[in-house]
């Protein structure tokens, strides 16, 4: 797993939690976590802040709220009898250099909020106020949950693939001509598995000694010319498993097809127009690529159980190799479609049109189940 968000800073349970609006930004929120910092002197004067506010979280585990810093200036905006408050003094000190260390496109976005004069914001004036508008928050833990939720550290899955495609495929690349973009040069490169590469991302060198795993080796796996009983026995299970998946699946769009052939002798032109733009030609194409592939497997003959033979294995292998590049366009058009259709059914099925009325006597779970067949077949 690879964190891209980090965790949160630990808020220690001796943390008092304070909130304030901004009446300068909108009345935006602020939340502030205080309290002194971890320390292993019992005499230590610094302490720890925690600030939360939209243009985002800083944290300052360790303050010296030393009146020769430049940020107590802050302080000595605040009324008479607020300097005198260990809290508002860190909370105007702790402030004061985050308005500072705030970057100037956030600080610029989170002005355009409000109407205040741009020469009244991030001074110590505009901290003062704050400081001196802090309330106590009781239902701290309830708050550190819900931040928790919002701020805790998010990871993605991070698995190294070695992509490899068939001998010949890549071409070497061409002097640049600033006349062919990206995409023709990809096109150009890579032919019908330019897409899955785009897929990828762009490219970036990456030092060897950046790398978090050791460089692949050889090794004697897979190296045998002939499948061993355990193999055959694991090809013939997933061979047959594919070969059924792949007939019920054909069925499935052989439902849809016939549906829509069905309501479209019944419906006048703008009914029809309604209906495909639920279920597009996308899903006839789909069936009738899939209807070819499905054919090619049966072309394998039987796949006894448990066993299959090396010529059956490699047919597949071919076949599976040969049209999945050929499903990228119907498939790729009927992705980019199939959030709105689903949304549009939904609305359809709540309207009075006589074209409803069919399709509730059909059933809104079979029709929903028809259209997110095909994404669940992605190959």
């Known amino acids: 797993m690879a964190s891209i968000t980090p965790p949160l800073p630990h808020l220690s349970p ?4 304070y909130h304030t609006t901004d009446p300068l930004l909108s009345n935006s929120p602020l939340l502030i976590f205080h309290g002194p910092a971890a320390s292993l ?5 610094r302490i720890q802040i925690h600030i939360f506010t939209p243009a985002g979280l800083a944290s300052y585990s360790r303050l010296a709220v030393a009146p020769t810093s430049p940020f107590y200036s802050a302080v000595h905006n605040l009324p008479r009898e607020e300097q ?10 702790g402030l004061k250099k985050y308005f500072v260390e705030l970057d100037g496109g956030v600080k610029k976005t989170w002005q355009s909020t409000s109407r205040t004069p741009p020469n009244a914001l991030w001074g110590d004036d505009h901290v003062a106020i704050l400081a001196s508008r802090i309330t106590k928050v009781e239902n701290v833990e309830a708050v550190k949950e819900a931040l928790g939720r919002v701020f805790g550290e998010q990871r993605v899955p991070w698995v190294d693939v070695d992509v490899v495609l068939p001998p010949g495929s890549i071409r070497a690349p061409v002097a640049r001509v600033e006349s062919v973009d990206d995409e023709e040069e990809m096109r150009w490169r890579y032919g019908v598995y330019a897409e899955l590469v785009g897929a990828l991302g762009e490219p970036s060198f990456l030092p ?8 692949s080796k050889a090794n004697s796996v ?3 010319a002939s499948f061993t009983a355990e193999q055959r026995e694991t090809a013939a299970k997933e061979m047959n498993e594919l070969l059924e998946t792949e007939g019920n699946y054909v069925a499935r769009l052989g439902e849809a097809v016939s549906l829509v052939g069905e309501l479209e002798t019944q419906m006048d032109t703008k009914g029809f127009q309604q209906l495909r733009a639920i279920f597009p030609q996308t899903i006839d194409m789909m069936l009738q690529l899939n209807e070819a592939f499905l054919a090619d497997l ?3 003959g039987d796949i006894k159980e448990g066993y299959a033979n090396e010529q059956q294995i490699e047919a597949i292998a071919n076949y599976c190799c040969q049209w ?3 499903f990228a366009e119907a498939y790729s058009a009927y992705m980019r479609t199939h959030s709105a259709a689903a949304q549009q059914l939904k609305s359809l099925l709540r309207s009075d049109s006589a074209l409803a009325s069919k399709l509730s006597d059909v059933g809104e779970q079979q029709l929903t189940s028809l259209l997110i067949e095909p994404v669940q077949r992605l190959p």
């Open 41 to 45: 002197s019992s005499t230590s004067s």
């Open 222 to 224: 897979g190296r045998s």
């Open 298 to 300: 049966q072309k394998t």
């Open 208 to 215: 060897t000694s950046k790398l978090k795993r050791a460089p």
């Open 84 to 93: 005198g408050d260990e809290v508002c003094r860190g909370v105007a000190f």
């Open 324 to 326: 999945f590049p050929r």
């Open 14 to 17: 001796d943390l008092a939690l």
